[in-house]
Nanobody, 120 residues
């Protein structure tokens, strides 16, 4: 069974930085694209960033230039470096292995996520 374990969230002031990590077990990490999602209070989960198995990245317009997704296949881990954080970045952040087609489709059940709170 695939497990997704996110970590690295916390409380930070606006303008600060956080680095999130997600360890994937029970799946062949290197063959799949990965995505970071977030869910703000009272809102639907949204896709924030993706990285293909070859390392190509894509970002939501709201985080472009501030967030960086990366992966370490040897550690079965995907990262999200978040800089210049804004209060609107507040939410629970999740990772998942994804299929990128005409849409981006998460493959597995969601983990518990990690909470990011940005104070103004």
């Amino acid at each position: 069974q695939v497990q997704l374990v996110e970590s690295g969230g916390g409380l930070v002031q606006a303008g600060g930085s956080l680095r999130l990590s997600c360890v994937v077990s029970g799946s062949i990490f290197s063959i799949n694209a990965m995505g970071w999602y977030r869910q703000a209070p009272g809102k639907q989960r949204e896709l924030v960033a993706t990285i293909t198995r070859g390392g190509s990245t894509n970002y939501a317009d709201s985080v472009k230039g501030r967030f960086t997704i990366s992966r370490d296949n040897a550690k079965s881990t995907v990262y999200l470096q978040m800089n210049s954080l804004k209060p609107e970045d507040t939410g629970v952040y999740y990772c998942n292995q994804i299929i990128i087609s005409t849409a981006t489709i998460p493959i597995h059940s969601w983990g518990k996520g990690t909470l990011v709170t940005v104070s103004s």
